[in-house]
């Protein structure tokens, strides 16, 4: 697949996910988050820039480290996605953030015009990774921090198996580099080819728990990367990928519920002074 329709299909996939995504995966991805905002290490009256934001989950506690004076600006690909973290914000009472719907790699933004550049959990869904972590370090003031977290390795993520679950009945090839970033030191790399020094990495294993088959199935396939591809199933294939699907993570069930293993890497660098 091309970039330009890898795009497309990011764009409107996380457009449909975007309902079910918060509700599948807020209490899974939230060791990531709190890591990476942990390494931004934000300080009141800092402009950051949340590239990727998602729903805002990573937003909001930004803004709020950055007040009174700071601010946030918060990126996405998906216009959903974008409306979804402004209703967020105006519901936790922030008023130091706004949205916009733009690409990673072509980010509309002025050179050197933030003080830390966020990406959490987004750079895996992006064609080109390094060109998007270049316009990160492009719009970082000298001495700007960038911090961007992945999922890990394949091997080391319990519903990985979606993937091939989705190529195997339709041709999406969405996402075909999803885990590469997060095995070894790939993400280092891309940092380094990005322009970015003083790069480092902190690898975290974690639970992804979900209470029953229903919950699990409808993360993987209604709430995630996979969305766009899956509406068009109709519901026999639905039900016959939903059975193999949980035929890769019968390993992990517990009961009537789901306990598998999930791993992440956070990486951040600094644009030279």
């Not at 091309?2 to 457009?15: E, K, P, S, T």
């Not at 509309?108 to 987004?122: E, I, P, Q, R």
Request: net charge negative; proline share 4%; charged share 25%.
């Amino acid at each position: 697949m091309d970039a330009r329709l890898q795009r497309r299909v990011q764009r409107y996939g996380w457009d449909r996910a975007a309902g079910d995504y918060e509700k599948s995966w807020s209490r899974q991805l939230e060791p990531a988050q709190t890591l990476t905002l942990e390494l931004a290490d934000l300080n009141p009256g800092e402009r950051v820039l949340d590239v990727a934001c998602g729903t805002g989950l990573v937003s909001v506690p930004a803004a709020r480290a950055v007040a009174p004076t700071g601010e946030l600006v918060g990126t996405d690909i998906s216009a959903v996605m974008v409306e979804t973290a402004g209703v967020r914000c105006s519901n936790a009472g922030v008023s130091n953030a706004s949205f916009e719907r733009m690409g990673a790699e072509a980010l509309s933004l002025d050179d050197a015009s933030f003080d830390t550049t966020l990406c959490a959990l987004g750079l895996m869904y992006v064609p080109e990774p390094v060109e998007a972590l270049s316009e990160m370090r492009r719009v970082l003031r000298p001495g700007g921090r960038a911090v961007a977290s992945v999922w890990g390795a394949r091997v080391s993520c319990g519903w990985s198996g979606i993937f091939s679950v989705v190529d195997e009945r339709v041709n999406t090839e969405v996402c075909p580099m999803f885990f590469q970033l997060g095995t070894g030191a790939t993400l280092n790399r891309a940092f380094e080819q990005a322009g970015l020094t003083d790069v480092r990495s902190e690898r975290i294993s974690t639970r992804l728990t979900y209470d029953s088959e229903d919950e699990a199935l409808k993360a993987a396939f209604a709430g995630g990367p996979v969305a766009m591809a899956y509406s068009r199933f109709d519901e026999d294939l639905k039900q016959d990928a939903h059975d193999a699907y949980l035929e890769t993570i019968e390993t992990f069930r517990v009961g009537s519920a789901y306990d598998m293993p999930g791993e992440f890497v956070v990486t951040t660098g600094t644009r030279p002074i």
